[in-house]
């Protein structure tokens, strides 16, 4: 029966994934998330410790991450947590570059709202910067084979959010959505550099194979290719192994299921007047 | 004036209601969530004192709710704890049949989706199994005559998931949402078995009557009645009492104000090319 | 490097304005949000307490909001605790006006609502009532000047609701939004009396002048101009700086970025049936 | 078996109890324990809204108080309530009172102690004034025939400081105890004024009847009786219903079981020296 | 240094200490500490709960603890936790043994003390209960030959009631202490059946042997032997491996270095009187 | 009005100086105290860590004292500030000369007493460490002016151990208290090398001098000096400005009002036996 889970290893913890994604957080963006004193006095000693915290916690949700989807007997637990340290390990000397692309998409976001006042304002106030720092850490736990626990990154994001991107999409540099309530990025998109998304986009699967007892064949591209410098509009729903070309623009409440050309503008057909039909 | 609520019967606590439905969520998923130390050997003894916690939580929200839309003199007390009383037992008696039903959403959800990798992921992850496990739990008590507690449990759902379910919407079996967010289901909605709607879909009102102050009519049907195997993607709207037949597919971002017959294909109208009219 | 902040005067306290707005629904709402004790013989004793409270917290956090754009050295203190406990007063002041403007959007969300059966259930449940009341609170300290807090006030809101009403927006009175997630209100859009909006409607920036250096000019009306009684349905887009006139109707899942006449109603083209081409 | 408590009325919490003392603590003295924020501008508020917040404490537990030594059949419950809401009523009307019996408590504590530099370090730092405030609330209840309760409260203090004083005990004004770790006062001990003890001071019981069946016979009075004006020294032990006379002063380490006169002063025999007697 | 503790295996950890404590406290005496809704339908689950917590927490503390007095290396690790595994399922099992035991020091408290009105005010009011509960729990500990948690265990009933029993001595049956600050019983004391001491009673050791480079040899026995039916008055202090005999009675704050035989009633030399003597 | 504390500057926070005093038993004794995950990777950060927070905890606690004793006008605060920090950093760089002293007095209670197993159980588990660590504390805080801090460092330790010393108090090095409970050490009091005092002991003033209004005069030595290697037994009371002189032994229950020789053994006169004189 699905619905009990015990008498086996532990799921990993909410609540710890929770912990170490505040914690990178803080790592990746000091003074804005966790610590609130954090100075040029205090910096070093803040980071070192985090780091130390973000280890340990780590190598254990990793080994039970690694436990999720298979039985461990005990045997198996010198090797797990040998895994589990060195995926944390490379993880941990990642995130300096990681640093280094969501500052990319800071700007990114920044550039594109006029509202915006300053780069201290995106980090502090827009919802895009923490589901796409949920995406980026996820994605490479995805990329280390861990499993789980990519997502619960990204369902911490769409619950705090309303922005759901699977941990398994591909997203190049300067990447930023507005708003972002309702946007949804399936789990074999891949998006190029440049890209802004608006809110309640979807870039899903329109449908997908059965196997011979009917059910879904998983791991089968079925989710768009988005290219360079492309901006979808709000609640534009793409479906499909599809291509948008470079520099295409797709306008909002459009239902896009072919291609669309490289530097296409398409929009949705020209509404009627209910009124004037009335008459 | 309507802002100040004082000097009668408290109201259902917002606090309690959300500790009842983590107890049932903790007995409906024993292991998933609440206590992660469940296994063989406690959890007997588990599920015991939880349901005794649950009724001792029920039984006072349930009376607090009763005294919701009407003054509540003292005489009235002990009917009123009577029927609290009363109407937990039943509740708390229907929970296993709850469990069957949810086991099914829950292999529809996983069915639906070729990136779900295990019954176990979508209960963990899945914020549809949150939202569809309080709506079930609300509708229990809507039927059961309960004031304002069911909204109370659907709107918990909403802020933790953006899924907006009214608890009196009617609902088959082996029902499916993918992803979520902004899904409006209004409450004279019917919805048969084997159905599956995408994030952002609507199934609302158009219009309703005014009595002869102004004021909306309340309780008439007004939402819309969607058979078997129904297929609803992202961002469609279908408003107003109308039939959407078995087997019907409705297309992503449309607009959908009359009935759609059975095994019907509806999709938004081609869309026009602004890149290419531009030129 | 924009990720890192520190060594400067602290940044204004996310959880302390999380406080703020928690006392303003309590002053506003006494008895439904906050100390759930209120009655007709504390009733005082708490709103002068939490006045009180209130005042403490402002000004603290508005000194701190004034210090976030720009360099604030030593000597320029007096100064701006002199400006934060202006502000502070001010706002406390208005908290009496308003009530009665929020007294008008509860009635409007419950005259709007055939499922709504009082204003208890309007102000205890629906999201929109806290997300215009987020707005609302924001609105005054955008007019007093203050920096960066009152978009930290309407993304709690979006948080909590997924409805993103920028603070700088201009919103009349009876003004109800249904459901609500993914709603988007942009900086620049200015909103009459009795309007009635449902969920994911986008009242956005259709694009944006760029300065010599590539960046977006900041300070531009760009958003929207919405007549008196207007009613704008679920996903609708609304892009630039058009009008729509009063009493219009804006049917859902459209893309608009053209003038709407008053009193028109303007729904998305016709829907083609696929099954139908397909034969 | 006495070792379970199940299946009848709850008992007092000693959670409320501890809130109950920590209000009346606030009430007494405030801005010295609870809120650190009483201004002149808020102190009618704090105090309005705690005399609130320990009446509807007390009347419940004093109700639960009530029930603890004997059966309490439902029947009851009417009479219970009644009796409860009369001594809270009647005990917050005498904390004006009681506020001036602790001053002059705290004036002797001052007066008696070089080392004191004010009246505002008694408060704050000197543990007597906890146990001797915690032992004139408990005497209130105590008089009123509320069980159980004043015992909780003179064992908060006794817990916390060390000092055990029977709620039963009769003590004057201008009552002072210095350190005091190890004072016990038992239960028909009368202090008469301007009295002093210092610590591990014993008020005690020497002996006591026992009944027919060897159990002692409760509530005969076998504590000593002491005048005013007397000092006694550290650990000094005076047991029995013996008479201690104004003035008398008695030295410390003493086992006096005999009556001290008027103006006596009393002390331990004179020591020996060992080491002169090893010679 | 002695000062530094790391890098080796953890401390048993103070907090987990006191929640196994207090799990102890509400399995021996259910409905008075702990859980405070136990009733006759929820003990049976509670029970079992607790049990099952107090296991989990037992092995790892018991396990930290068999490292605490030599370096542990991870070869060690299997072997340690299967003593721990067995040292905690023996101490379980020995729970209704000391439930019974600690009935009858409730039962000679009440006996003791005409102050007492029920076995139920003891249990619930006299810190006695709580020291005399942690030493027998401590002695099970140090019996089975854990180094360090007894001490844990017996040090937080000191910080809680000035009671300081060292987990080592030994206890008979039908054990009363009364206010009890100040009371030491030291590591050899052995003690009879129904012995009642007084607060600041000591027994101690009067000096102990060093060895050739100066430091106290460990383990020799240098405390009292308390008889049956002895009685020991406040501040009483009693030093060196000196017999007290059966129904001795030794008078308050005497110094006692030498035997007490039976039946004897010792008390401190007869007092002087200073003021007789100035004259 | 005494008991009124409000309108003026806040008092010290018993909450903050209890985590000043849990920071620096944490940098004193680090892995036994505070964070138990230090290990030898991250000790340099916490302690970095915590160092900065002291500071910033300590300099507005200390401001807070320094305000304490006298009305502090806005005009002192530039100067009250710059001696809080100024005080603040020689605390902080006496902290290493603190935790050597702290190793002797840890040395001198092992071997002081057989039952201590090892160096890491009298940090752990010995109440007289914390005792003399915040006697420590509070006596640096005292030489520095800083009035009420010293009392609430040291009534904190009273609180938790029994143990009350004056900050007052000089106390040389190699210090040990066994047990401890009652222990008083009053604030002129002048300690020696290698003392040990055991539980109950009072070093205390016999009588004061009153000024012509019938106060105490402050500040005139009232206690006791004792020399080096001098052993103190339980419940002794010495008092008044007299000599114990190096080598002395004071038995235990004793009232000392007299200088006590050097090497001399003084104990208590030798008893009575009540029931020999009974006959």
């Avoid at 619905?3 to 086996?8: A, D, I, K």
């Avoid at 969501?102 to 589901?131: F, M, Q, R, W």
Wanted: hydrophobic letters at 40%; aromatic letters at 8%; a negative charge.
């Amino acid at each position: 029966m699905c619905h009990m889970r015990f008498g086996s290893e532990p799921l990993p913890s909410q609540d710890m994934i929770k912990q170490i994604v505040a914690v990178c957080r803080e790592l990746l963006f000091p003074g804005f998330f966790g610590c609130d004193n954090v100075n040029s006095y205090n910096l070093e000693y803040v980071i070192g410790l985090q780091c130390e915290r973000l280890k340990a916690m780590l190598e254990s949700q990793v080994a039970a991450g690694l436990c999720f989807d298979r039985p461990c007997d005990k045997t198996d637990l010198g090797d797990i947590f040998a895994r589990a340290e060195a995926i944390t390990r490379r993880f941990i000397n990642s995130l300096p570059e990681l640093r280094s692309v969501l500052h990319d998409d800071v700007e990114a976001i920044y550039n594109g709202d006029p509202a915006a006042t300053s780069y201290e304002e995106v980090i502090y106030c827009y919802p895009s910067v923490k589901a796409i720092t949920n995406y980026r850490l996820a994605h490479e736990f995805m990329a280390a084979g861990v499993p789980i626990i990519p997502r619960m990154m990204t369902e911490l994001a769409h619950n705090e959010t309303g922005i759901d991107i699977h941990p398994g999409a591909s997203i190049g540099r300067h990447f930023a959505i507005d708003h972002g309530t309702g946007v949804v990025i399936g789990a074999t998109t891949i998006i190029g550099d440049n890209v802004k998304l608006y809110q309640g986009v979807t870039l899903g699967a329109r449908s997908f194979a059965l196997d011979e007892s009917g059910n879904p064949v998983k791991g089968v591209p079925r989710h768009p290719i988005i290219g360079n410098n492309v901006i979808i509009y709000s609640n534009a729903t793409i479906l499909g192994r599809i291509h948008v070309g470079d520099n295409a623009v797709v306008g909002g409440n459009i239902w896009v299921t072919t291609d669309v050309a490289p530097g296409e503008h398409r929009v949705q057909a020209k509404p009627s007047n209910v009124a004037a039909q009335k008459k």
